[in-house]
């Protein structure tokens, strides 16, 4: 019994350190194969690596190559345009200058653009007001209008007494405005004392008598170095004379007479005629 014993120790260590040395041996492979596999994913990422490293070296070379060339197109660009840099800043500057100008005079506008609409909106209100001025202007006008025509249409025509033609004639100082706005002649009104020679337009006329209460008068004429005495002439009546080197008619028609040996009437002229040196009162 104690030699089985014996053979049979040896048997239970051999057993043990064959399954040590197995995984010890299964270890190994393992460690192997990790390291083997290891290896190999780290070649390939130092392969990648340095393909990076490569097409990044051909970037920068790529980048640099195109910096130098847009360096070498801007200065071209800067040469051909004569501008340096410093002024490209200066123009910038004054950029912003006109702007910041640009914004008041914007605003300044708009000031201006208000001030403007309501100066308009007082001169539309100003206008509204004339126009109604003018509309009674205008009435006022179509009505003076309307009372010259009717008191024309009242003026008499009467015959001279040298050619007998129809001559109108006025009564009074309104119907001898009327005569006056007309156009035709010159008029030059007169009061003429008994006695007394008076110069009238470019004429003389005298006084010779007067009878207010048949209301009638003589008075002499002085022109052109003659005398034309008109005789016991009545009132309104058209006193007619040739005047000048070109001989002209002349018409005088008195509208009063009164007691103080006194007339008053006007002296008439065609248009062209020669005026006085000293205008008499028209």
Known sequence: MSDEMVQETPRTYSGALLAAVAVAILLGLGGILWSYTLSSNLAVQQKALADSIAQNAKLAAALNDTDARLNVATDALKTSLGITQKQLDTRAAALQIREARGEKTTAALATAQQQTQGQVAAVSSAVTGVQTDVGGVKTDVAKTRSDLAETNNQLTSMRGDVNGHSTLIARNNDELEILKHKGDRNYY???????????????????????????????????????????????????????????????????????????????SSPKGAPEPTVVAER
């Open 189 to 267: 009104q007169f009061t003429l004392v008994k006695g007394m020679k008076q110069v009238v337009g470019t004429v003389s006329l005298e006084l010779k008598r007067a009878d207010s209460k048949k209301s009638r008068y003589t008075v002499a004429v002085y022109s052109d170095d003659k005398v034309y005495e008109k005789r016991d002439k009545s009132l309104n009546e058209p006193l007619q004379f040739f005047s000048g080197k070109t001989p002209m008619l002349f018409e005088i028609v008195v509208n009063s007479v009164s007691a103080k040996n006194t007339v008053t009437g006007y002296l």
